[in-house]
């Protein structure tokens, strides 16, 4: 009896990884349709995460098909893309701004909307800015208290 090559052995190795990533991503294409048709029955919006949730309790296994899985899968995005709704969510400025100054004037509401647009990185720098001046601004304000202590003393 003689040996396969090693060519032969891989090719049949290759053979049989393809056909495991084949029959894996037909399931996740089941199971992701699956939680689809459950989100819509009942009512829910359909987003990646409920699709995630709900895919768990369908699997057999309990693993479910991960958020990634369903972008990455042509057909399982085919499928979400199709039954999602685009999910519109409002900035809401007003608790943050509430919870940080009391009753908040519409200029401050205002304000709080135009630092919205800005990066992390921008107001990173800003609030900086705004630290350095206030250091100065109080540095001043010591040398100013002491002048006027002193004028009144007659020091």
């Known amino acids: ?22 029959q894996r991503r037909n399931r996740s294409v089941v199971i992701v349709r699956r939680a689809i048709n459950r989100l ?25 098909v991960s ?19 685009p999910v519109r969510r409002r900035r809401t400025v007003g608790r943050p701004l509430a919870r940080e100054v009391e009753r908040p004037s519409d200029a401050e509401r205002r304000r709080m909307h135009y630092l ?21 601004s109080e540095k001043a304000n010591g040398v100013l208290r002491d002048q006027i202590l002193r004028e009144k003393l007659n020091l």
Request: hydrophobic share 35%; net charge positive.
């Open 116 to 136: 919205m647009r800005q990066t992390k990185a921008e107001l990173a720098a800003r609030i900086i800015a705004v630290e350095r001046e206030l250091a100065c």
């Open 67 to 85: 958020e990634s899985t369903i972008l990455r899968n042509p057909e399982c995005r085919q499928l979400y893309e199709e039954a999602a709704q």
């Open 1 to 22: 009896m003689t040996r396969p090559s090693r060519k032969a052995r891989s090719e049949a190795a290759m053979a049989g990884l393809k056909r495991s990533h084949q």
């Open 40 to 64: 819509q029955e009942t009512g829910s919006p359909v987003t990646l995460g409920r699709i995630s949730r709900i895919s768990r309790e369908l699997s057999d296994t309990g693993v479910g």
